[in-house]
């Protein structure tokens, strides 16, 4: 299987987030990529290539160019603006409630862009644990670029291809970035097959987070299913989208499917979830399907609650891969270092129809134990 992969990502190099307020240590960092490169490297069954340069073009047909051109200046701006910060976090965000009982036109000029930059961060910022570094930019515009490319790989034929995105995009709504996310990779490159195949695409979306900029970005839309099987948002992170009945308006009407599981799921109860993504996907046509693939579902992960392990991985990798679709696989989230490197191995392996490997890669086994 090719894999895209490129060092670009490393200019990202954060270090602290903030938890409700609070600074702690990064879950979203360089190590995570150089982790699963590593273990694809030693695998043997791989290659690498790199990404090459898509331009602006299809950045801003899924996001506004305003994100764009606010996430290609911040770092300067906060420098500009005599902020000697480590990293870009907002001051304040837009609550709705602020302009509660006031006309729209009022609305529409309170929610202009400021010109402070922890003002302009939270009017185009979700949350405050995605910091912004001198980096960030371009690293988020190499993922970008790394997903495009695995998409064109697909395109040319090959049945799967993988791009190691980093940062994760899924999000990243058209007009918002946060989670760990600027730019949406994945929606990015659905819209870029859209284009290309004038086919219908499928967005499988297995992070342990709902992928709320995808479901954004593809709300009213007819010819992009977006399919997600991920922590119920009633107890995690984007707390406000991911329910059930969040299915889809106008020409999107049914074509998004949220699949909320409780803390504790199991392989077991994954995999039933998991027919059930699978059954919405191929009940309409479309011969790519672009999976937003994460490991924050495994049973260590610091930030998820799932429960599970190495081997549903490759059973969940071979189940999308017998659909018969070409494979656009995005990597997203996964924060228990030592195991992602397994995991990517497994899913991968999976969908390629390769058999598990049980050995350990980077010194992880799946017991836990670092041998
Ligand atoms: C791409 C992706 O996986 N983004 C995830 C963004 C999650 N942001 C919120 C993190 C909240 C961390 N909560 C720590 C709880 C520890 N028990
Ligand atoms: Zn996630």
């Not at 879950?27 to 790199?50: H, Q």
């Not at 059930?244 to 392989?267: F, H, K, Q, V, Y």
Request: glycine share 12%; aromatic share 8%; charged share 20%.
């Amino acid at each position: 299987m090719q894999v895209v992969y490129t060092p670009a990502h490393l200019g990202h190099d954060i270090t602290v987030e903030t938890y409700m307020g609070l600074p702690v240590p990064a879950n979203e960092v360089a190590e995570r990529a150089e982790r699963i490169r590593s273990a694809l490297v030693a695998d043997g069954g791989f290659s690498f290539v790199d990404p090459v340069d898509h331009g602006e073009d299809p950045i801003t047909a899924v996001h506004d160019a305003g994100l764009l051109r606010f996430l290609e200046g911040a770092w300067s701006e906060l420098r500009a603006q005599g902020l000697s910060r480590p990293f870009l976090a907002a001051d304040t965000y837009p609550n709705r409630a602020m302009f509660e009982g006031m006309s729209d036109q009022t609305i529409a000029k309170l929610t202009l862009e400021p010109r402070h930059i922890g003002g302009r961060a939270g009017f185009w910022g979700l949350d405050s644990a995605a910091p912004l570094v001198a980096g960030t930019y371009r690293a988020a515009r190499a993922a970008v670029d790394v997903a495009l490319t695995a998409a064109d790989a697909a395109l040319g034929g090959e049945t799967a291809v993988y791009g190691l995105c980093r940062p994760p995009g899924h999000h990243a709504a058209r007009s918002m970035y946060g989670g760990y996310c600027f730019f949406n990779n994945a929606a990015i490159a659905a819209e870029a097959i859209v284009r290309s195949t004038g086919e219908r695409v499928a967005v499988l979306d297995v992070d342990f987070h709902h992928g709320n900029g995808t479901q954004q970005i593809f709300w009213r839309r007819g010819d992009v299913r977006y399919v997600s099987i991920h922590a119920d948002p009633d107890r995690q992170y984007p707390y406000f989208l991911g329910r059930s009945d969040e299915t889809g308006e106008g020409p999107g009407t049914g074509e998004n499917l949220n699949i909320p599981l409780p803390a504790g799921t199991t392989n077991d109860d994954y995999l039933a979830a998991t027919e059930r993504a699978l059954a919405a996907i191929d009940a309409v046509p479309g011969s790519v399907i672009v999976v937003s693939l994460g490991f924050d579902t495994y049973g260590l992960d610091p930030i998820g609650d799932f429960a599970l392990t190495t081997e549903v991985y490759h059973e969940v990798g071979r189940r999308v891969a017998s659909l018969g679709r070409r494979l656009v696989i995005l990597q997203e989230g996964g924060y228990h270092r030592p195991s992602l490197g397994v995991n990517a191995r497994a899913w991968l392996r999976g969908a390629e129809g390769r058999p598990h490997d049980p050995r350990p890669a980077g010194g992880f086994t799946e017991a836990g134990s670092v041998v």
